[in-house]
């Protein structure tokens, strides 16, 4: 069964430097997303990209944030510059259509990011 | 803002029995959509089940079942015939309906963790 895949798996970095998080969707699905999970906290919704374009996005994701799809397979988050409470799992997850059409969103495992 | 609670961080229960996993959730939408995912062990998170807010009737997927209570703004999960696999963390997500099919986020809980013991 297709999954959504991220890598690399974990991240560690020094604060100021810049990331980018990557991961592939299922490749017939249209939309994609980044969520978030501070350890102990709840899953934070990110950003939510369709089109080529943005959806949505959180108050978290400010400009330090930007998501890409480069190659029409790899869908990324970067963080320009990363600070100490980004450190987080983050989720990439992908849907074929929308939810209140039936879709589901898919997650991937996750990339656990430790900024120090 | 929609908000989602999960009041149990961490429950257990015996091999072949059941178990409810608690879930509320506050808005003033009148029509969205209740999920449960479960996240095993270093592994990704899979939908359970989903239930749509103007279905009176729960959701059942095999061995899960939901007990939705709109009025309560309670949406619970039932895990019959517990197995070893269903040894997890599980969340419990809302998503409002977006009239205009925009972008559609999910709003977790803190999950539950749930171990299934021998």
């Known amino acids: 069964e297709p999954e959504v895949t991220q890598t690399p798996s974990h991240q560690v970095t020094q604060m100021g430097q810049e990331v980018i998080l990557r991961c592939v969707p299922i490749s017939n699905h249209l939309y994609f997303y980044w969520y978030r999970q501070i350890l102990g906290q709840k899953v934070e919704f990110l950003v939510s990209f369709y089109n080529n374009e943005i959806s949505e996005k959180s108050e978290i994701f400010d400009d330090q944030f930007s998501v890409e799809r480069p190659d029409g397979s790899n869908f990324t988050l970067k963080i320009r510059s990363t600070k100490l409470e980004d450190s987080a799992m983050y989720f990439c997850?992908?849907?074929?259509?929308?939810?209140?059409?039936?879709?589901?969103?898919?997650f991937g495992p996750g990339t656990r990011l430790l900024v120090l | 803002a929609q908000t989602v609670t999960q009041s149990q961080p961490e429950m257990s229960v015996q091999e072949a029995e059941t178990v409810t996993l608690s879930c509320t959730y506050d808005?003033?939408?009148?029509?969205?959509?209740l999920f449960w995912y479960k996240q095993p062990p270093s592994r990704q998170m899979i939908l359970v089940i989903r239930?749509?807010?103007?279905?009176?009737q729960n959701a059942t997927e095999n061995r899960f079942s939901v007990n939705f209570q709109k009025a309560a703004k309670s949406f619970s999960l039932k895990i019959s015939d517990s197995q070893l696999g269903d040894t997890a963390m599980y969340f419990c997500?809302?998503?409002?309906?977006?009239?205009?099919?925009?972008?559609?986020?999910?709003?977790f809980g803190k999950g539950t963790k749930l171990t299934v013991n021998p």
């Open positions: 997500a809302f998503m409002k309906h977006e009239a205009q099919g925009g972008s559609e986020k999910l709003v």
């Open positions: 239930q749509e807010a103007y279905k009176q």
């Open positions: 808005t003033s939408e009148s029509n969205y959509y």
């Open positions: 997850a992908s849907s074929r259509g929308l939810i209140m059409a039936g879709e589901t969103q898919y």
